[in-house]
């Protein structure tokens, strides 16, 4: 279900056009705050190499972290569905809420406390000023389309995430689902 007006929850799926950018090319976006100054979102499907206890080494686990987007890329930012453990966070939509006390969820994961499928956490963010979003948009930079899964998105987006989204868009994107990433390598 495509909608027709920016709203936090949403999510943004990387037009095939979009090219050469290494951040966006292929990505699918969270958006988590929209407003008249701006917008904010969390790439779901770009996986790093670094597991939380290699940036934070207080902490006993191997979660995945993922880039979040190209601004801020030293901080680190987390999405979770479990506000009942986590005090301090704030609701996105659907039962997905943004951070919250680190130190608290450091102890939580800690203590097998919080699994994988209720958290994720990002290197950086994607950000945009007041109205580019919009320009963006009526650019066809990306499809905005509900949020079906709810908080269950944190299971269900993985680096094959976008290419699931564009073949259920159908139509003229099916051609992009298996085209390679970098078009000169056809």
């Given at each position: 279900?495509?909608?027709?007006?920016?709203?936090?929850?949403?999510l943004l799926?990387a037009?095939?056009?979009?090219l050469?950018?290494?951040?966006?090319?292929?990505?699918?976006?969270?958006?988590?705050?929209?407003?008249?100054?701006?917008?904010?979102?969390?790439?779901?499907?770009?996986?790093?190499?670094?597991?939380?206890?290699?940036?934070?080494?207080?902490?006993?686990?191997?979660?995945?972290?993922?880039?979040?987007?190209?601004?801020?890329?030293?901080?680190?930012?987390?999405?979770?569905?479990i506000?009942?453990?986590?005090?301090?966070?704030?609701?996105?939509?659907?039962?997905?809420?943004?951070?919250?006390?680190?130190?608290?969820?450091?102890?939580?994961?800690?203590k097998?406390?919080?699994?994988?499928?209720?958290?994720?956490?990002?290197?950086?963010?994607?950000?945009?000023?007041?109205?580019?979003?919009?320009?963006?948009?009526?650019?066809?930079?990306?499809i905005l389309?509900?949020?079906?899964?709810?908080?269950?998105?944190?299971?269900?987006?993985?680096?094959?995430?976008?290419?699931?989204?564009?073949?259920?868009?159908?139509?003229?994107?099916?051609?992009?689902?298996?085209?390679?990433?970098?078009p000169?390598?056809?």
């Amino acid at each position: 279900m495509i909608s027709e007006k920016l709203n936090k929850g949403h999510l943004l799926i990387a037009e095939p056009s979009i090219l050469g950018d290494l951040s966006f090319n292929r990505s699918v976006i969270l958006l988590a705050d929209h407003n008249t100054e701006g917008s904010v979102g969390f790439i779901l499907n770009k996986p790093l190499e670094y597991t939380l206890m290699d940036l934070v080494p207080e902490v006993e686990s191997s979660f995945t972290i993922y880039n979040g987007g190209p601004v801020e890329q030293d901080n680190l930012y987390f999405i979770h569905s479990i506000p009942d453990l986590i005090p301090g966070s704030v609701e996105i939509s659907n039962g997905i809420y943004w951070g919250g006390d680190f130190e608290k969820t450091r102890d939580l994961i800690n203590k097998g406390e919080i699994k994988k499928d209720s958290i994720r956490f990002f290197l950086g963010y994607t950000g945009w000023e007041a109205n580019q979003l919009e320009t963006e948009m009526n650019s066809n930079s990306w499809i905005l389309i509900e949020n079906s899964y709810k908080q269950k998105i944190l299971q269900k987006s993985s680096s094959d995430f976008w290419k699931e989204k564009i073949m259920e868009l159908g139509g003229e994107y099916l051609i992009w689902s298996n085209a390679p990433e970098n078009p000169m390598l056809n």
